[in-house]
């Protein structure tokens, strides 16, 4: 698959900083992208378009701390800066740029090809800094010419592949990797292993997403599935014509195509050598396709080398789904404690509680679930009121894994 950011290869990425600059009270540019990109040439710099959308938290914090600084709108009027609502005026841009998160700022040549592009929220100083590299030229464009001149460079891969990633381009990424193994003679595996475990699981998950959604809707057009580890067995599935089978086997078969799929991945990242981060993506998509003692293992393993230093989101994270799929809960319970002694608040009491319940300490579960309903309002309350009451007449909590669900739910009428 090829993105609009490949295409440009054979033009100068560099883009030099040019001499008019426009004044600040007319910083956002009231006209198409034809006319922006004119613009651009006209005065010898970029376009940049701020995609967002109204429900987006993120974009308004954007908006307000960053680009409504008066040292970052100083830098805007020397480009030519647009805003797009990615779900209205904008969304054929949108999709046009594959903007599939918010905020997403992309910036082009004159000519309409992507240079780079910023996704979700940057501090002022961290935004201008990256707007600077972007106007001197130092690209993901241009990181792109780099491996193509140079496909060893260890820093152009790395940049490269998170680039082509957060454009959803995957199988770009796949075949950078591998040129990128090959002209290096298989020297620097930890970081290919790593790399290429990045790119495989997001084609999977977005495949696995893809047919889930064709399965809801009947099958109402065709998939288009990569003969590559990580979607071969959905692949083959699609070619035994799945449509034919009951709902349920049909739903059967795709969570055992994506469970097997999984495990061709998991087999790539090499756990003695990866980074913490690493280590808790392996275990996280392990547990997300249905792995759950891989998942466990890896988590554990995680706990013990980082636990001491990680953050109460993540420790509680770690032993919230330990809990869903009923792995290592002694160790779940040890975890779900570090986590509620660094924030004791409903979330991490919650967790706890539930583990406790499960384990048999019912009735310090039931005070901490009790407790968390007093510092809740709403909603939240209120479950957490249902969870106690559960508790107090020893019903099952029914709690399971998203992958349980997988593909979800036919549409009536299929």
């Not at 006209?31 to 967002?52: P, W």
């Amino acid at each position: 698959m090829q993105t609009r950011a490949l295409i440009p290869l054979a033009i100068v990425a560099t883009v030099a900083v040019f001499a008019c600059q426009r004044d600040s009270s007319d910083l956002w540019f009231d006209g198409d992208l034809t006319s922006a990109q004119a613009k651009a040439g006209e005065l010898n710099t970029v376009v940049m378009i701020e995609f967002y959308v109204d429900w987006c938290n993120w974009c308004r914090r954007l908006e307000a701390d960053t680009l409504s600084a008066p040292v970052v709108q100083r830098e805007l009027a020397r480009i030519v800066a647009m805003r797009r609502n990615g779900e209205e005026d904008g969304a054929e841009l949108a999709r046009r740029f594959r903007v599939d998160s918010y905020p997403m700022l992309v910036f082009l040549d004159p000519e309409g090809n992507e240079l780079d592009r910023v996704t979700g929220y940057l501090p002022p100083e961290t935004f201008l800094s990256r707007l600077e590299r972007i106007r001197s030229g130092d690209t993901f464009l241009a990181c792109l010419r780099q491996l193509e001149d140079s496909p060893g460079d260890r820093e152009a891969i790395e940049r490269a592949v998170a680039g082509l990633l957060e454009r959803s381009d995957a199988e770009g990424a796949i075949s950078r990797i591998d040129a990128f193994h090959a002209a290096t003679e298989g020297k620097d595996l930890t970081l290919c292993r790593k790399l290429m475990f990045d790119a495989r699981s997001q084609l999977h998950g977005r495949v696995y997403q893809r047919a889930a959604k064709l399965y809801r809707s009947g099958w109402n057009r065709s998939i288009d599935v990569p003969d590559t580890a990580g979607t071969s067995n959905l692949r083959a599935l699609m070619g035994e014509g799945i449509s034919q089978l009951s709902a349920e086997e049909q739903a059967e078969q795709l969570r055992r195509a994506r469970h097997e799929d999984a495990a061709d991945i998991l087999e790539i990242p090499d756990l003695q050598t990866e980074s913490s981060d690493t280590l808790f993506a392996v275990a996280d998509f392990a547990f997300r396709n249905g792995h759950y003692d891989v998942a466990a293992d890896v988590y554990l393993g995680w706990y013990a080398k980082h636990g001491a230093e990680a953050e109460s989101n993540m420790l509680n994270d770690v032993a919230w789904r330990l809990y869903l799929s009923g792995q290592n809960l002694d160790h779940a319970i040890e975890i779900a404690q570090d986590s509620y002694a660094l924030k004791p608040e409903p979330e991490t009491a919650d967790t706890l509680a539930r583990l406790l319940y499960l384990t048999g300490s019912v009735r310090e579960a039931i005070a901490l679930e009790e407790q968390a309903a007093r510092e809740t309002e709403g909603s939240r309350s209120e479950n957490y009121t249902w969870v106690a009451q559960r508790m107090s007449a020893g019903e099952s909590l029914d709690d399971k894994p998203n992958f349980e669900s997988y593909p979800g739910r036919r549409r009536r009428g299929m």
